[in-house]
Structures are given as C-alpha cells and as structure tokens.
C-alpha cells in the first residue's frame, strides 16, 4: 500500500469512526417524545375531565381555555398553570407514582369554579 493510499484510508476510517460516534452519541441524547394531551377548559369544566398516565412515560399538557381565563393545578406533582383564552398553556410531567389524583381550576372563574376538577390516574 503506498503512503497516498495509507492516509486515504486512515482518513476515510476517521470520519466513519467520528460519524458512528455522533449517531450514538445523539441517540443516547435524544429528548424523550412525550404524550400530548389536548385539554380545553371551559364552563367550569375540564375536557376530558379524566386522564389515563402511565408511570414513568413522560406527557405534556397542552390546556387552553374556550372562555376565560382558568387556572390548572394537579397539585399531587406540584405543578400548575395559568390557562389564558387565544394561548396553549405547557406542562410537563413524567408521573412517579400510581394512583388517582385530582386536578382543578386554581384561578376564580365565577359560580363553578368550585366544581371545576377533573382526576388523572396513573397505572403501572
Ligand atoms: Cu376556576
């Protein structure tokens, strides 16, 4: 093999090396797809007003309002959120426990705003 050769095939086996380590590299990397979970409230209501998790599977809630503005509060995982009307409101949430745990409107809506709860399970 002559010397042209020899760094020709040096340099070929670099960048295969270099390319198999940035495919592995960005697997291991690669965010998680979530779940999205379209949730409207309104009329004091959630809709769906029950949500099937999987422990450990990683959702995003995407809430919006159909009149005005809501709150959204699962407070068994510390999160919640304003739910404002013409914006999608965001959380995130990988469950860590199983079980039935409600979910409500944190923000006065008027007369149902009591009432305005809704229950995520999360199974095994
Ligand atoms: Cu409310």
Redo the contacts with the bound molecule.
Sequence with gaps: MNHKKRILLTGVLLASAVVSGLLTYTRANAVPVERVIHIT?KN?QFSPDSITLKKGEPVVFEISSGDRK??FSLRAFGVRTDVLPGKVSRIRLTPDKTGKFTF???????D???E?TGTVIVTE
């Design positions: 409230a004091f809501h709150g409500s409107c944190d923000v006065f809506c008027g149902g705003h009591e305005m």
